[in-house]
């Protein structure tokens, strides 16, 4: 199924050159990678619906916005979640803070500190470790925190090993040197290091946030793609204005 959706965004994108999300190779996997400028896409995070329940994944929450007279253009998985799909780290919506920071130790890709957390204040996105964020004073409207961090400052994670043998689906997030954010998903299975290599070499960031494995899942209407390979909880999505 993977390797159906990656030919078939292969065809789609050399149609537009224009795309927000493209099919790109690098080293000896292929992933999807899909970018947008926080200066004028509408970026938003979502978890629970108006009842206050999880939409669980793509269809409901396309639905919802529907409603509201708007369009989903991108959605990914924005972090980890627990048995009840609410994050399990600093989660903030809208400029109002959900989740509070969770600095505790344990096992787990989440706790391989350090972690880190993916915001957008304003017109300014970033990547940054959790614990230089919460000190760094910044208000977001919206925050995800996620982990392990798969960069810090240029460098691969002290703790992912090249020799690593752990191969999954895997989707992250980084803001490039130009300011604009790049969301990644692999196409197929990937260590951490290759995954890291992506962003620090492929992507050329400073700075990049895994945001979960085996889940990782994609709303990229451009390629006609919509997963639902798992329930997922926090998402992070592009709308537009309905035509």
């Given at each position: 199924m993977r390797f159906w959706l990656v030919a078939t965004a292969l065809v789609l994108f050399s149609a537009s050159a224009?795309?927000?999300?493209?099919?790109?190779?690098?080293?000896?996997?292929?992933?999807?990678?899909?970018?947008?400028?926080?200066?004028?896409?509408?970026?938003?995070?979502?978890?629970?619906?108006?009842?206050?329940?999880?939409?669980?994944g793509f269809s409901a929450l396309?639905?919802?916005?529907?409603?509201q007279g708007r369009n989903l253009n991108f959605a990914m998985n924005a972090g980890m979640f627990g048995t009840d799909l609410k994050p399990?780290?600093?989660?903030?919506?809208?400029?109002k803070q959900l989740h509070k920071a969770n600095r505790a130790g344990g096992p787990g890709n989440f706790h391989l500190k350090p972690n880190g957390i993916f915001y957008v204040a304003g017109q300014k996105a970033g990547v940054m470790e959790t614990d230089a964020f919460l000190h760094s004073g910044i208000k977001p409207d919206l925050a995800a925190q996620s982990g392990p961090m798969l960069l810090i400052n240029g460098a691969v994670h002290p703790k992912i090993s090249p020799n690593g043998t752990s191969l999954k689906i895997r989707n992250g997030v980084c803001v490039n040197d130009g300011g604009k954010i790049d969301f990644a998903i692999?196409?197929?299975?990937?260590?951490?290091?290759?995954f890291a290599q992506l962003f620090r070499d492929g992507l050329h960031c400073k700075n990049a946030l895994f945001l979960d494995g085996s889940v990782s899942s994609l709303h990229a209407p451009e390629l006609q793609r919509s997963d639902f390979l798992a329930t997922i909880g926090p998402m992070v999505g592009v709308t537009a204005p309905l035509k």
């Open positions: 224009e795309a927000d999300c493209k099919p790109m190779n690098f080293g000896s996997a292929h992933y999807t990678v899909c970018e947008f400028d926080p200066h004028t896409d509408k970026i938003s995070l979502f978890n629970l619906d108006a009842a206050g329940h999880p939409f669980g396309r639905e919802a916005l529907t409603a399990i780290g600093l989660y903030v919506e809208n400029g692999s196409e197929d299975f990937v260590t951490f290091y290759q």
